[in-house]
């Protein structure tokens, strides 16, 4: 599993989210979470955009990236 699909799943589940509810927020088919979440396959970038609108987070946060420390 991705850290993209790890955090996926933890937010779909946090959400109580089948992944087909989440695949019909997206207009995709259950399959596509599924792939997503064992990191088979990742979603485009407006899918990714589309999804941390969806959680209320970055998508930052969704690809587990840290954030850039400044001095």
Known sequence: MSIFGENLYLYRTQEKLTQKQLADK???????IGH???????????TIIKLADI??????????????KLD
């Not at 997503?36 to 407006?46: A, H, L, Y």
Request: net charge negative.
């Open 26 to 32: 997206l207009g995709l088919s259950a399959n596509n």
């Open 36 to 46: 997503w979440e064992k990191g088979r396959t990742e979603p485009d970038i407006k």
């Open 55 to 68: 959680f209320d987070v970055t998508t930052d946060d969704l690809l587990g990236r840290e954030a850039k």
